[in-house]
């Protein structure tokens, strides 16, 4: 075959194809008109009726949340407010010694177990430890969860991080944060009118910049409740998660009872150390005098992808500070 010839037949194929794609787009296009949503702007989310917050937290595994704001959920959720833990991976790999389902099934009711104490609500998506990615799939999944909750808060890790599912689970939830309130984006689920309140959780990242705590709320009324809470995920805060071994196990009733002390103490070493750590900015937000007394806190900061609140106002939707 001639090279001009060829070159023809290319350009017939090419433009067969262009013409099939452009037909094909012209007929989803007209399918989109004719539809109801084409014709008609999807409904919005209905407000709750009991005026109460909703407040929604992802972690990447069954403990990540309710360590990092079981402290703040448990007082919200004590106010009335609705709070639900959410974990994108179901934590299958996160031990030394079981794997796969049982581990994942262990895992879950430890989850159950700790949030109810803690008076929220637990979701945990079947998505494999260690696997999640940032797809169009995972960040509708997170869309339609914020939505279904009516979130006027919503938590997460940043995305900087050593693991994979930590940062994939803040790359979704941030990918979520404008796409909730766009009415033809998962119209099956109504969205929300108002842009909810993002927040990171605390960590010790420092590059390519660090944490920078816009508020940090007193836990002390609720510290004894997280930290039996928390003391309910054994196979994480007992047994060493993924990095344990067989010396961690207890050897009998009472060694079990002395490894339970222990992973309860050092819980209240690890949340004071929180309060220590932001001690400066505990007393901007609550004043000297109460400032110095907070024993336990979590921080949180801002993120610039939602609803941008002043401190007096973010003030307001956090507990222990006041009307």
Request: proline share 6%; glycine share 8%; net charge neutral.
């Amino acid at each position: 075959m001639k090279r001009s010839h060829r070159r023809f037949v290319g350009l017939v194929v090419a433009s067969s194809v262009a013409f099939l794609l452009a037909a094909q787009w012209a007929a989803g296009a007209e399918e989109w008109k004719s539809s109801a949503w084409g014709k008609k702007k999807p409904p919005a989310a209905a407000p709750r009726p009991d005026g109460k917050l909703s407040i929604i937290a992802f972690g990447a595994h069954p403990d990540d949340s309710e360590l990092k704001a079981g402290g703040v959920g448990a007082l919200w959720a004590e106010q009335g407010n609705h709070v639900k833990l959410v974990s994108v991976t179901n934590g299958d790999v996160g031990h030394w010694a079981e794997a796969g389902g049982p581990l994942a099934q262990r895992r879950l009711a430890e989850a159950l177990k700790c949030d109810k104490m803690l008076g929220c609500a637990t979701t945990v998506l079947d998505i494999h430890d260690g696997e999640l990615m940032p797809t169009l799939e995972n960040r509708r999944t997170i869309v339609r969860l914020i939505r279904e909750w009516k979130a006027d808060i919503v938590l997460a890790p940043r995305t900087n991080d050593y693991h994979p599912d930590h940062r994939y689970t803040g790359v979704l939830v941030q990918d979520a944060a404008f796409m909730v309130t766009v009415p033809f984006f998962c119209p099956d689920e109504p969205y929300l009118a108002r842009n909810p309140v993002f927040l990171y959780y605390s960590d010790g990242f420092q590059r390519p910049n660090p944490f920078r705590p816009d508020i940090v709320v007193a836990i002390d009324g609720a510290i004894e409740k997280k930290v039996e809470a928390v003391a309910q995920l054994e196979s994480q805060m007992l047994e060493g998660c993924c990095g344990g071994d067989e010396s961690l196990l207890p050897k009998d009733a009472q060694d079990y009872e002395k490894r339970s002390l222990d992973v309860r103490n050092g819980l209240r070493r690890r949340f004071a150390g929180a309060a220590d750590q932001y001690r400066s900015k505990l007393i901007e937000l609550y004043g000297e005098e109460k400032g110095k007394k907070v024993k336990y806190a979590e921080a949180f900061e801002l993120c610039e992808y939602g609803n941008r609140p002043s401190i007096e106002q973010l003030k307001r939707l956090f507990p222990t500070f006041g009307k």
